[in-house]
């Protein structure tokens, strides 16, 4: 099938801009095929992006809250009809599986322009007692007022949905953003862009420079940014935090989050859970099973029931329906795959399933004999490996748990309630599931990591907070 070849360029101050230090192709990772070009956005660029969006903002921050929510109900209607076109361009753009691509459009990216929306209505303040001196006489009002010009940085794994959550509630609680969306999938990004646009938001309160590292770099260092959200891996997080200085900031990072398979576990639903955490988007999510830490006396059962679910998976072309596991997104992620797996091997570990690639195509891969001091178990590997590690007490699986310094997700399968406590008060993770996969969240939850994996949470209020500057104001009534 031919696609489209489309070009896009920045949108800054509500026009698209020409301009730029040549372009980006973009490539089908499962075909080859040239899907689009983008703009690679100069840093002069970046700096007319923040000056637009810090311009707006004045006039955006006193723009009545129902004014701003009416522009997001309009948005979330056309993001709705426009569902399935993004999905399609999302799974040509960077490989993901059109059923996959379909759930991020409506259930996670569709529902943000709703769910801001809410929760900017409800968003509220303090009042609080003096306390200070002996007196009846102050009242303090602590109230949260919109950051400024917020940047958004985002990855390419959830292109839509990531940024969707930051730019909804940024513009929904008074922000104005700057956003540089992933090299490895702008074109759904510049559809998400099209629909704030379509839907009248007035010029400069979103703007979105395409490019590269250099792009992302010049945003999130600009001077005039209030707030900056990032997510991407854990190396770029560390640039982003030094280059950022003293602004707020939201850091949504790497994961390397364990599944623990009690003795007393249902090793079945144990089995479908690590399936639905090793190969969901073929590995490459943050809240990916990245370790597999089961107790002896139940590996060898649980590795033969992973083995048999892994081996069913359907993988080939991403826009095909009955498609279970697509291709990685780009050659880096495969490169660092098939590094982790060889060294594991070459250390001591047996491939029970898979291990064998072709083109950006990795199949679905069991380790067994994998071991905490391989590179697999100790850094995030972003492909579709289920590496088992054998584990001898909850002390040892609690200790390997937390000892990569990593910590956005964990999950454990046990049956036994006292000990599922234990786990959740032990385990160093932003997230702790009790029986579930650790690539689940609820869009009303906070997320986000700690350690290795970041810092902040997004989503509901949390991520109101990180987008307003907490303020106090004392009256002295006498
Ligand atoms: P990445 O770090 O390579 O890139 C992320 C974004 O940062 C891209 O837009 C990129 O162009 C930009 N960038 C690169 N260098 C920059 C710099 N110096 N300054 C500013 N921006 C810069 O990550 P990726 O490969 O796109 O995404 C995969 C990573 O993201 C994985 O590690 C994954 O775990 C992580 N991730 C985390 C979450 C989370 O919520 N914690 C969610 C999704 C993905």
Known sequence: MTTTVTHRRALIDGQWADGGDGEIEVRSPHSGELVGTVARCTAGQA?????????????????????????????????KERNEAIARQI?????????????????YACEHFRRASEDALRYRGQF??????????????????????????TPWNFPVDIAAITICYA???????????????????????????????????????????????????????????????????MEVASATGLKNRVLELGGNGPIIVRRDADLERAADAAVAGCFYLAGQCCTAAERLLVHESVRERFVALLAERAGK????????????MGPLCHAGV???????????????????????????????????GVTPDMAIAREETFGPVA??????????????????????????????????????????????????????????????????????????????????????IVFDIG
């Open 47 to 79: 700096a007319q992006a923040v000056a637009a969006a810090a311009r707006a903002f004045p006039g955006w921050r006193k723009t009545p809250l129902l004014d701003r929510v009416a522009l997001l109900y309009k948005a979330y209607e056309l993001c």
């Open 91 to 107: 799974s040509r753009e960077m490989g993901k599986t059109i059923r996959e691509s379909r759930e991020e459009m409506a259930e």
């Open 128 to 153: 609080l007692p003096s306390t200070q001196e002996r007196t009846n006489s102050k009242r303090i009002v602590v109230s949260q007022e919109p950051a400024g010009v917020v940047a958004v940085v």
């Open 171 to 237: 513009l929904a609680i008074g922000d104005t953003v700057v956003w540089k969306p992933s090299e490895y999938a702008p074109l759904s990004s510049a559809m998400l862009a099209d629909i704030f646009l379509d839907a009248g938001f007035p010029p400069g309160t979103l703007n979105m420079v395409t490019g590269g590292g250099e792009a992302g770099r010049a945003v999130v260092a600009h001077p005039d940014v209030a707030a900056v959200v990032f997510t991407g891996s854990t190396r770029t997080g």
């Open 313 to 324: 998976l359907r993988v080939g072309d991403p826009l095909a329906d009955s498609t279970d």
């Open 334 to 368: 495969l490169e660092r795959t098939r590094q982790h797996v060889d060294d594991a091997v070459a250390a001591g570990a047996t491939v029970v399933l898979g291990g064998t690639s072709r083109g950006l195509y990795f199949m679905p891969t069991v380790l067994a």
């Open 387 to 472: 590496p088992v590690i054998s584990v001898g007490s909850d002390e040892e699986a609690i200790d390997l748990a937390n000892a990569t310094g990593y910590g956005l997700t964990a999950a454990v399968f046990t049956n036994d309630l006292r000990m599922a406590w234990r786990y959740a008060d032990s385990l160093r993770h932003g997230t702790v599931l009790i029986n579930e996969t650790t690539n689940y969240w609820d869009q009303l939850a906070p997320f986000g990591g700690r350690g290795r994996s970041g810092t902040g949470r997004e989503l509901s209020s949390w991520m109101l907070d990180a987008l307003t500057e907490t303020k106090q």
